[in-house]
């Protein structure tokens, strides 16, 4: 068992594929923001070093699979407010937690829609579930 995945130790969650595949087969994605270069789901995709959070993702239709740490809140409000440009559309899944600050501020009755996952997510290549219930927003 990876035990990384139930500790704080890691914050990369790879997005199970047929997940994403079904979200893309709806949204077709154009820009994976928070990628590395081994599990990026679109051929446009930034990396930790080209810091998502800084740059513009007007025009695209973006899956944010942001990491789980301490800067989840931050990317949430990026997804807010790049939603809010022309012609740009933000899916965002993270962990189901509607008792944040970041969920009431930029989340709830602002988003087009919130679905909450059933059951939980295998992330990457892990043998367990999530130890958290998910969510897609969609901005």
């Known amino acids: 068992m990876n035990t990384a995945l139930f500790s704080s130790k890691e914050d990369v969650w790879e997005t199970p594929q047929a997940f994403f595949d079904a ?11 928070c990628a590395l270069p ?51 559309k933000v899916i965002l899944l993270i962990p189901a937690r509607t008792d944040t600050a970041y969920f009431h501020n930029f989340i709830y009755q602002k988003a087009r829609e919130i679905r909450f996952v059933k059951g939980r997510l295998k992330f990457g290549n892990a043998q367990n579930s999530a130890p958290f219930p998910s969510m897609v927003v969609v901005f």
């Not at 979200?23 to 923001?33: I, K, R, W």
């Open 23 to 33: 979200l893309n087969s709806e949204f077709q994605f154009t820009l994976d923001p």
């Open 38 to 88: 081994q599990n990026a789901k679109c051929s446009l995709y930034f990396t930790p070093q080209d810091d998502g959070l800084t740059k513009d993702w007007r025009g695209h239709t973006v899956f944010v699979n942001p990491p789980y740490g301490r800067k989840i809140a931050a990317w949430v409000e990026k997804c807010y407010r790049e939603a809010r440009k022309e012609n740009t």
